[in-house]
């Protein structure tokens, strides 16, 4: 009988064996250099509905702040203690074509109500993925919560240039027709 109630008592506090039950996830991108995400999956699930453009300052921006923030179920994974990441992006001024997939530790990411996880994928020049997790800025200081990274593969048969249909997507004219800064130095090796 003690089991059981031990056993009650951690589901009830979302301490359960499966992970979080749900994500708040927003993209976001270095400064100058606006993507299109094309695929997002969690654990081998999609969650991205259709293409999204996306663009930030998340290297010069404090807080760092993402755009199109989702709140999602989670995709139970095999792993209770690590969430897989495989994305697939395409820069917008290049047209260059990236594929990431990274294992995130659960531990290390911002806990939110309700059992659930909070994080921000950064997508970077040449392939660059960062996987944030900022905790709440407070009036005195914005602290910043670097996860895990890593370098994308090319993907040269996925390269395209958005710029042949702007009204793709939403937001997409709008994207092109900005004058961006140079992108911000990346630490992954040109391609």
């Not at 990431?100 to 970077?124: C, H, K, T, W």
């Not at 009036?139 to 910043?144: G, H």
């Amino acid at each position: 009988m003690k089991h059981l109630a031990f056993i009650t008592l951690l589901a009830l506090s979302g301490c359960g064996l499966g992970g979080p039950d749900g994500m708040s996830l927003a993209f976001s991108t270095t400064s100058g250099n606006p993507v299109v995400v094309t695929a997002f999956r969690v654990n081998g699930e999609d969650v991205l509905l259709q293409p999204t453009e996306t663009y930030g300052t998340a290297d010069i921006s404090r807080p760092r702040i993402g755009t199109g923030q989702m709140s999602l179920g989670y995709p139970k994974g095999n792993d209770a203690k690590t969430m897989q990441i495989d994305t697939t992006w395409v820069e917008l001024l290049t047209q260059k074509a990236w594929q990431a997939q990274v294992d995130v530790p659960l531990d290390q990411l911002q806990q939110i109500p309700s059992n659930r996880v909070e994080y921000m994928p950064v997508f970077g020049a040449s392939g660059h993925l960062l996987i944030t997790s900022d905790p709440l800025p407070t009036a005195d200081s914005a602290p910043l919560n670097d996860v895990a990274s890593t370098c994308g593969t090319r993907r040269a048969d996925a390269d395209t240039d958005f710029a042949e249909n702007p009204g793709a997507l939403p937001g997409l004219a709008e994207a092109l027709a900005f004058a961006y800064p140079a992108p911000a130095p990346s630490p992954c090796p040109e391609a």
